[in-house]
T-cell receptor, first 114, second 113 residues
Framework: DAGVIQSPRHEVTEMGQEVTLRCKPI?????LFWYRQTMMRGLELLIY????????DSGMPEDRFSAKMPNASFSTLKIQPSEPRDSAVYFC????????????FGSGTQLSVL | KQEVTQIPAALSVPEGENLVLNCSFT??????LQWFRQDPGKGLTSLLL?????REQTSGRLNASLDKSSGRSTLYIAASQPGDSATYLC????????????FGKGMKLTVNP
């Protein structure tokens, strides 16, 4: 298996633009997570899905952020409109079973909002 | 609210030393604890997962221990190598098992040849 695949690897955009980050989890994994990593705050969980259903989105910073998982093999994280303070590395991760098994991370998307 | 702390934030050692990385958490009612490694520009790789009923887990030169009552875990790296240089993070899930995985901010390890 190729692991968790994220695209794009890097995204540079201007303030106010819409940004869409994409994730393909490992086949067979039931849980998918979106994290944001910054130097100041470390790793923050934004939202996680179980069997394609959003379980906890309390980490989503504000209404500008939205996430979808239309099927078991694809998820998106959208920021609209983007702001400079959204600049961070966004990670997607998946696991076969949330509580009992290791978490597998993608390589991340480095987002820069100018 | 669960908080995970890793001290020190960075460590630089010569090759060959045996290392102990520390992780502490404020709420001892955890479901499991994981240790991760992160290389620059990369995602996290899970190294070891310890269930709350376990005391330790081993993988190669790595050994992780868990003491729930004191809210501590240690990651022991034997005979460190330059390839071990990375940031190491620990994370815990609350007892319910469906709660968020809470991460520490990590410890940056540099092993000098």
């Amino acid at each position: 298996d190729a692991g968790v695949i994220q695209s794009p690897r890097h995204e540079v955009t201007e303030m106010g633009q819409e940004v869409t980050l994409r994730c393909k989890p490992i086949s067979g994994h039931n849980s998918l997570f979106w994290y944001r990593q910054t130097m100041m705050r470390g790793l923050e969980l934004l939202i996680y899905f179980n069997n394609n259903v959003p379980i906890d989105d309390s980490g989503m910073p504000e209404d500008r952020f939205s996430a979808k998982m239309p099927n078991a093999s694809f998820s998106t994280l959208k920021i609209q409109p983007s702001e400079p303070r959204d600049s961070a590395v966004y990670f997607c991760a998946s696991t076969p079973n949330y509580s009992n098994e290791k978490l597998f991370f993608g390589s991340g998307t480095q987002l820069s909002v100018l | 609210k669960q908080e995970v702390t890793q001290i020190p934030a960075a460590l630089s050692v010569p090759e060959g030393e045996n290392l102990v990385l520390n992780c502490s958490f404020t709420d001892s009612a955890i479901y499991n604890l994981q240790w991760f490694r992160q290389d620059p520009g990369k995602g996290l790789t899970s190294l070891l997962l310890i269930q709350s009923s376990q005391r330790e887990q081993t993988s190669g030169r790595l050994n992780a221990s868990l003491d729930k009552s004191s809210g501590r875990s240690t990651l022991y790296i034997a005979a460190s190598q330059p390839g071990d240089s990375a940031t190491y993070l620990c994370a815990v899930i609350g007892r319910g098992g469906s709660e968020k995985l809470v991460f520490g901010k990590g410890m940056k390890l540099t092993v000098n040849p």
